[in-house]
């Protein structure tokens, strides 16, 4: 089997940026997050926004990427989302899922 080339290996990576609006913030959305996305693989970032917002970046396999772009259309439990941006990046090669400050 041929070795990917770092354009096929990006081509195979999908990367996009989230902002979600509603009462997201002291839910557990950054943990539940970061959960998730564990759960599915998926490389990035989340942080709450100074103006009542979450933030997050998801980077993986296409399909892994957008359940989570879906899972931030309802969140955990306690939260109640109003509306998701989502943005397509460039992928960087992200590994990890942090929960940043």
């Given at each position: 089997?041929?070795?990917?080339?770092?354009?096929?290996?990006?081509?195979?990576?999908?990367?996009?940026?989230?902002?979600?609006?509603?009462?997201?913030?002291?839910?557990?959305?950054?943990?539940?997050?970061?959960?998730?996305?564990?759960?599915?693989?998926v490389a990035g970032w989340?942080?709450?926004?100074?103006?009542?917002?979450?933030?997050?970046?998801?980077?993986?396999?296409?399909?892994?990427?957008?359940?989570?772009?879906?899972?931030c259309r309802t969140g955990?439990?306690?939260?109640?989302?109003?509306?998701?941006?989502?943005?397509?990046?460039?992928?960087?090669?992200?590994?990890?899922?942090?929960?940043?400050?």
């Amino acid at each position: 089997m041929p070795e990917l080339t770092p354009a096929d290996a990006a081509a195979a990576r999908r990367r996009v940026r989230v902002v979600v609006t509603g009462d997201v913030q002291g839910v557990g959305f950054r943990w539940s997050a970061r959960r998730e996305a564990e759960e599915r693989g998926v490389a990035g970032w989340v942080r709450n926004r100074p103006d009542g917002r979450v933030e997050a970046v998801f980077e993986g396999i296409p399909d892994a990427v957008d359940a989570m772009v879906s899972w931030c259309r309802t969140g955990p439990r306690w939260a109640t989302v109003s509306d998701v941006d989502v943005v397509d990046e460039a992928p960087e090669g992200a590994s990890g899922f942090d929960i940043e400050r």
